[in-house]
């Protein structure tokens, strides 16, 4: 037996000769790289040289809390980030100087007792804006182009982007687009005076510590360049991301510092494009595990639009002060109808807004495995307007373990940042895209790497439709769908009512947010995606899906309440597939089945909820005008999908929905055992 001390064990494991000790030093120095005093010792595109080298001054983080200061102005160490400091009033503006002179204050970012409070002064920038991608270089693409748009190429415009930012003091922060694992290394450079900026990066996608980065790492994902200033003197004040796809990665130069459409979205589109080459997708979605009260677990992916439910889908559900459920509330007779449950399900989340579903991580089991793509959850709390209403998300951004960062907020310096406090847009008009960022490591019992998918929901924004609102907001709160069906939706989908994530749409149609949901972030061709998405579902027999409707069900306003009960019931159910006679088909085709009734806890859901064409609200002339705007919104969508790159079965599946077919038709085109008693 060895009774050595666990010092001596140590020294008998340690080289003993001089010469070994010299060459595990090296591997070690070789291992990694400062990378702030070593870039240029690492593989880099020509012209990302060419900007670090001619910069004043480049530094890059070794830690959030270095960044976080900076994001104030500051030097490294000079904030005492300790939760409730209430001696730190202090506020930083994010100003630029336009090349015509003009000083532009583009952000202004506050110190809160419980983090870091970012407001952007031009309301414009408070939320996406849809039309701010634009492609810069010449491959096949179906989104506008640079030169479609500005009448020129990119070419001249880019180089005067990389000029600028050589006469700037900046950030080079590496990090990794998507899961660590699959490696796609890129680089964020940023002006200095916008450090928040990458301190927002790095919590939503993680950063690579200045002395830890490989000493192999190059860069196979992107490079987001940042140059807030041309948005005032090319782009008119508008929004705009351009995204130049080359050979090895895709470089994103992003002109405005609200983070959606860059930081957050222009790293999905590296992936979607990674994806796109190598034959896999990062599906726009949450993840959750739901266990029962009897201990069953459920996993269950959330789909849809921005605002379509996915943050809501890992969150808890809202209750009375009794403890009730609010079901809902008729918007005309202004009744309400409440559920006692005694006790919900509870949550492990995985995923927030972005999976990947990469290939080396699928298996054999069937079902289609998921691991979360992003390092930090970007929280929209537009629906928390009063204290109490999310108590566990609430309690986590008041007294978090470590400072938060915070968007679209009312703070004044020093102050706690609350979630129910937003900006306004203008005087009695709070900001509809309040979010916060929370970082994994901070979220209670997440549930860590890959995992398997039982069901695929989707989600779908429904306006109040009655009589007097004659819209489509025809969904019930629970449908299934068959895999044909269930791809449809996928190329189809609806933005949906009141979208709070991105700028207002001048018209009052219905809008699609495109293929998957994620068309906005893609670069590429349409048809790549659907045919991406038909061999995902093809590969994944075993997972069930079924379309979810937030907001208003008929003439009731649930918001996300149907979500959350159609949740509890799918946890319950778990694995059992329905009998034939559990569920009746949709008057409407394109709403496949609907269950004949919901029971949880021995509490059944109110028919209203389950019937959207018995309310007495509206009737079977309303449901059937809101029918006709789903059939016609379906025919204008699938339409520009029929190309010859289309696969075989995917036309064959989109002719049968212009066609009008019913379920059994789309039954046959993708066979799947949907009910007990089938045997396909």
């Known amino acids: 037996m060895c009774t050595l001390s666990l010092k001596n064990r140590l020294m008998c494991m340690e080289p003993t000769l001089e010469s070994e000790k010299t060459m595990t030093a090296k591997a070690v120095k070789k291992t990694f790289v400062d990378f702030q005093a070593n870039w240029s010792e690492l593989e880099m595109p020509p012209h990302v040289r060419e900007v670090l080298s001619a910069a004043p001054l480049v530094q890059t983080p070794d830690s959030r809390e270095q960044l976080l200061d900076w994001a104030l102005g500051r030097s490294t160490g000079e904030t005492n980030w300790t ?235 809202h209750r009375m002060r009794d403890g009730r459920v609010l079901l809902g509330r008729n918007v005309v007779t202004k009744e309400e109808r409440t559920l006692n449950l005694p006790e919900a399900c509870h949550l492990r989340p995985i995923a927030d807004d972005m999976a990947c579903a990469h290939p080396s991580i699928q298996g054999n089991s069937k079902r289609l495995t998921l691991a979360d793509a992003e390092n930090g959850w970007f929280v929209r709390v537009d629906h928390i307007r009063r204290y109490g209403t999310a108590p566990n998300l609430e309690g986590l951004c008041i007294d978090p373990p470590e400072p938060l960062i915070f968007l679209n907020h009312y703070i004044v310096p020093g102050g706690t940042c609350l979630t129910w406090e937003h900006i306004e847009d203008a005087p009695g008009k709070p900001c509809p895209n309040p979010r916060v960022i929370l970082p994994r490591r901070m979220m209670e019992e997440i549930l860590e790497g890959p995992q398997r998918v039982d069901v695929r929901s989707f989600g779908v924004r429904c306006p109040p439709t009655h009589r007097d609102s004659q819209l489509y907001g025809i969904l019930d ?116 089945y609907i269950p004949n009734q919901l029971r949880i806890e021995g509490s059944t859901i109110p028919r209203v909820f389950m019937r959207v064409e018995e309310q007495l609200q509206g009737g079977l002339d309303v449901y059937e005008e809101g029918a006709r705007q789903w059939r016609e919104f379906f025919a204008k969508q699938l339409k520009q999908f029929l190309v010859p790159e289309l696969d075989p079965l995917g036309k064959k599946i989109i002719e049968a929905c212009l066609d009008n077919a019913h379920q059994e038709d789309y039954r046959h085109l993708i066979p799947h055992p949907m009910f007990r008693d089938d045997n396909a």
């Open 83 to 317: 939760l409730g400091n209430r001696d730190d009033h202090g506020w930083y503006e994010a100003v630029f100087q336009t090349s015509t002179g003009e000083r532009i204050t583009e952000a202004v970012i506050t110190k809160a007792r419980n983090g870091l409070a970012v407001n952007f002064p031009d309301p414009a920038m408070r939320r996406r804006d849809p039309d701010a991608m634009v492609i810069g270089d010449q491959l096949p693409t179906d989104k506008p182009t640079y030169e479609q748009r500005f009448s020129e190429p990119f070419d001249k415009t880019r180089q005067e982007t990389l000029d600028w930012l050589k006469t700037q003091e900046l950030v080079a922060m590496p990090f990794y687009s998507g899961t660590d694992a699959l490696g796609y290394g890129s680089l964020l450079i940023v002006p200095r005076q916008a450090a928040f900026f990458a301190a927002i990066l790095g919590d939503l996608q993680g950063m690579i510590p200045r002395n830890k980065v490989p000493a192999n790492f190059r860069i196979t994902g992107g490079v987001l360049f940042v140059a807030p200033p041309f948005r005032h003197t090319h782009f008119a004040g508008r929004q705009v991301v351009v995204h130049d796809r080359q050979e090895t990665h895709q470089e994103i130069f992003a002109y405005n510092l609200y983070p959606g459409p860059s930081a957050k979205k222009g790293v999905y589109s590296v992936l979607l494009d990674k994806g796109e080459h190598e034959g896999w997708v990062t599906n726009h979605c949450s993840a959750v595990a739901v266990v029962t009260p009897y201990e069953n677990q459920l996993i269950l992916m959330h789909e849809g639009a921005s605002g379509g439910g996915k943050s809501e889908m890992t969150e808890h559900i």
């Open 477 to 592: 709160m629970l449908h299934v769908l068959n895999p044909a069906l269930a791809w449809l939706w996928r190329l189809a989908a609806p933005r949906g009512h009141a979208n709070p994530s991105i700028q207002a749409q001048k018209t009052t149609e219905m809008q699609s947010e495109g293929v998957g949901s994620y068309w906005a972030f893609a670069t590429g061709r349409r048809v790549d995606q659907a045919n991406l998405l038909l061999r995902q579902i093809l590969e994944t027999p075993e997972t069930r899906y079924v379309l979810i409707p937030n907001q208003y069900i008929g003439a009731w306003k649930v918001g996300f309440m149907g979500e959350w009960m159609a949740r509890e019931y799918l946890a319950r159910r778990g694995s059992a597939k329905f009998a034939r006679e559990q569920v009746s088909e949709a008057l409407c085709p394109l709403l496949g």
